[in-house]
């Protein structure tokens, strides 16, 4: 029996990098998976794949800034799967990254709105179901810029975000632990995804605060990790191995933001 059997799992940001990978890790251990994502291609060939592999997985479309959309995709899930166990706010972008003086208001928006009102409204949504189960695991993807490191140039709003999320978890792991609901966060440091390609920078060089290690680091495979290890470490605070685990946040970074 896998360490998720009989849960269902619903996934923002599903269809590639870590919620792929953490989608594939949970339907290995049994859960059913709803990937929420707005990329329908690649999130059919990921439900594709956990099919092949003999799990279960739908996809719905979902704008994770919309509140009807959130709403419409939580609801999805639980009329096809019958409840909701684990809910994973994982879906967002590194948006713009500029000279705060350059950095427009409206690409500070859209960070914000992706990865903080996002996470908000996913939980919003989803809590009232886990309360109905009598419990479950939340799960949000931070970061390690905005919480332990500041040395990613023209970052200012994507790491205002991933701050927000932190804070935001430790709130509701006290408000929701009376209803047996335990509320985590992974922060990763670098991970092998295709976020990075989807990041517009704009003359960060002359911020002049990017940190370079003249040897390299000493971390963990030089602090570099890929999906999986992300995957992992939610399958933990995910199952029951971690039922005494709430408001902390977990670095996934082979402890590489130590040394910065």
């Given at each position: ?5 009989g ?10 990098g ?30 594709d ?14 704008n ?15 009329s ?11 879906a967002?972008?590194?948006?713009v990254?500029a ?22 409204l996913?939980?919003h949504?989803?809590?009232?179901h ?7 695991s ?7 810029n ?14 205002t975000s991933k ?9 509701i ?5 009376r209803h047996?609901?335990r ?16 990041t ?8 002049g ?9 000493p ?19 995910a ?20 040394l910065r």
């Amino acid at each position: 029996m896998g360490m998720l059997e009989g849960k269902v799992a619903f996934i923002t940001g599903g269809a590639s990098g870590i919620g792929a990978g953490t989608a594939r890790r949970f339907a290995q251990e049994g859960a059913r998976v709803m990937i929420a994502d707005v990329q329908a291609e690649e999130g059919a060939r990921v439900c594709d794949e956990i099919a092949r592999a003999g799990g279960e997985a739908g996809y719905v479309d979902c704008n994770v800034s919309d509140p009807e959309a959130v709403r419409a995709a939580v609801a999805a899930t639980v009329s096809r799967f019958g409840g909701l166990d684990i809910v994973f706010a994982n879906a967002g972008i590194n948006g713009v990254w500029a000279p705060i003086d350059e950095l427009q208001p409206g690409e500070w928006d859209r960070t914000l709105d992706i990865n903080l009102r996002g996470t908000y409204l996913t939980v919003h949504f989803a809590v009232p179901h886990l309360k109905a189960r009598g419990g479950g695991s939340i799960l949000i993807t931070s970061s390690v810029n905005g919480t332990r490191t500041f040395s990613s140039p023209g970052a200012s709003a994507y790491s205002t975000s991933k701050a927000g999320q932190v804070a935001f978890m430790k709130m509701i792991a006290l408000e929701l632990g009376r209803h047996q609901i335990r509320c985590n966060a992974v922060c990763p440091g670098l991970i092998h995804t295709h976020i990075g390609e989807r990041t517009e920078q704009r003359h960060t060089e002359e911020i002049g605060i990017e940190v370079e290690l003249p040897q390299g680091s000493p971390a963990l495979r030089g602090g570099e990790g890929d999906p999986v290890d992300v995957a992992d470490t939610c399958l933990f605070l995910a199952s029951d191995l971690g039922r005494h685990v709430s408001g902390v946040e977990v670095y996934v970074d082979g402890g590489a933001s130590l040394l910065r």
